[in-house]
């Protein structure tokens, strides 16, 4: 079975550029996760989407970020401009969620392989 | 306050013994999940084991097990017989609320570095 795929995998990119990430989450999980890991703030929520509808974007450092997940999917994350601050591995998680969690289902998130983002 | 806390930034063991990898969380609801995630060096999450809070016994899945102290709000993950491929960083996290109250967000711990030396 697929897991949670993300592109691109690396990118580098100057300061002041547009980035786009881009994930496909497991088909039939309706919850979909952005974290970001850093060094210095270890994981990090970005926002999280309940069937399509974002729920919780508080983690969301500034208004250069922003995130869409137009169908089941499909989401992205973009950054513009971009800054090296934002350098960092950004992580899609997607997981049954909510009301839909069977009573022996941990709920857990499944991870894909990271978008590393380095912002010259 | 912190949600998650690993007072542990490194810890080192030796190859077949047993390691705890401390984990203590803070929430006022009585409805939660607890997690262990491994990442190794190549950078995946890779989940190891789950504790929800009404859980009895404590959560086994093969060399791994959860100490769950509810009381000291605790959830230490115990590998036993530690082989060199356990080297890794380890998340302890926490899903609060049921789930559908507050989602299935999980609160990331800042992790530990285990090495297995040989």
């Known amino acids: 079975d697929a897991g949670v795929i993300q592109s691109p995998r690396h990118e580098v990119t100057e300061m002041g550029q547009e980035v786009t990430l881009r994930c496909k989450p497991i088909s039939g999980h309706n919850s979909l996760f952005w974290y970001r890991q850093t060094m210095m703030r270890g994981l990090e929520l970005l926002i999280y989407?309940?069937?399509?509808?974002?729920?919780?974007d508080s983690g969301m450092p500034e208004d250069r970020f922003s995130a869409k997940m137009p169908n089941a999917s499909f989401s992205t994350l973009k950054i513009q401009p971009s800054e090296p601050r934002d350098s960092a591995v950004y992580f899609c998680?997607?997981?049954?969620?909510?009301?839909?969690?069977?009573?022996?289902?941990?709920?857990?998130?499944?991870f894909g392989e990271g978008s590393r983002l380095t912002v010259l | 306050a912190q949600k998650i806390t690993q007072t542990q930034p490194g810890m080192f063991v030796q190859e077949k013994e047993a390691v705890t990898l401390d984990c203590t969380y803070d929430t006022s609801d009585q409805s939660y999940g607890l997690f262990w995630y491994k990442q190794p060096s190549s950078g995946e999450m890779i989940f190891l084991i789950y504790?929800?809070?009404?859980?009895?016994q404590n959560a086994t899945e093969g060399r791994y097990s959860l100490n769950f102290q509810k009381a000291r709000k605790s959830a230490n993950l115990v590998i036993s017989a530690s082989q060199l491929g356990d080297s890794a960083m380890y998340f302890c996290a926490m899903r609060e609320g049921q789930s559908g109250k507050y989602g299935n967000k999980l609160v990331f711990g800042a992790g530990t570095i285990l090495r297995v030396k040989s």
């Open positions: 989407f309940n069937n399509n509808v974002p729920i919780d």
């Open positions: 504790q929800g809070s009404y859980d009895e």
């Open positions: 998680a997607s997981s049954l969620g909510a009301l839909s969690l069977p009573r022996d289902n941990t709920g857990e998130l499944f």
